[in-house]
């Protein structure tokens, strides 16, 4: 993100903007809240005046990205009209966002790696968000299955479970290797999931 877009909107809106860049490219623990403050262009008042911690804008941070990507993978999928389709594209849609973010991967999971405790309010939202996208995959695999009588002896939750492990791993192993490799391995697991041969 260019100086000039943070520096766009509010004093609370820049210190957020400048973060969410920070946290998400360079980490959690290696970004100083003197380096925010530097880069969203305000005073060290005003930020203590919008944020008492660096916590306390870890987890606006995390929320904004929470309300955003779950908005967004949402409304992507509610534009493929065909469940077999959008069962198959949601794993795309999570490949190109890998490819798009140049493999830097979960900022959920990225920054739950750098706070160790796990009732930290941070941890904390982390599982919120991955409960939200388990959600948003049950929903997938349910209009799946309800959608043609040969999928009526699958188990939505099984099913739902099994794709979100896989989606994970995938994620995890794409940011790992940089490199897409493991989404094509993850197409082939949610295919067989439905029966199908692969």
């Known amino acids: 993100m260019s100086k000039s877009t943070i520096q766009r909107g509010t004093a609370r809106d820049r210190i957020l903007a400048a973060a969410s860049d ?93 706070v160790p405790d796990g009732n930290s309010p941070i941890r904390k939202m982390a599982k919120f968000h991955y409960e939200g996208f388990r959600a948003i995959i049950r929903d997938v695999v349910e209009d799946l299955l309800k959608s043609d009588a040969k999928y009526k002896g699958l188990n939505v939750q099984y099913v739902a479970d099994q794709y979100m492990i896989t989606q994970v791993g995938a994620l995890l192993n794409s940011e790992i290797y940089q490199d897409e490799w493991p989404y094509v391995h993850a197409e082939k697991a949610i295919r067989a999931l439905i029966g199908e041969k692969v």
């Open 22 to 114: 920070l946290f998400y490219r360079q980490g959690y623990n290696a970004t100083g809240i003197q380096q925010i403050i530097d880069e969203a262009g305000v005073s060290k008042g005003t930020f203590y005046t919008h944020f008492k911690t660096k916590d306390d804008l870890g987890l606006a941070y995390l929320n904004q990205r929470n309300h955003e990507e779950s908005t967004g993978l949402r409304q992507m999928l509610a534009e493929i009209k065909d469940p077999y389709q959008r069962y198959l594209n949601f794993n795309t849609i999570m490949k190109e966002w890998m490819k798009s973010s140049g493999y830097r991967g979960c900022a959920f999971s990225n920054m739950s790696a750098e």
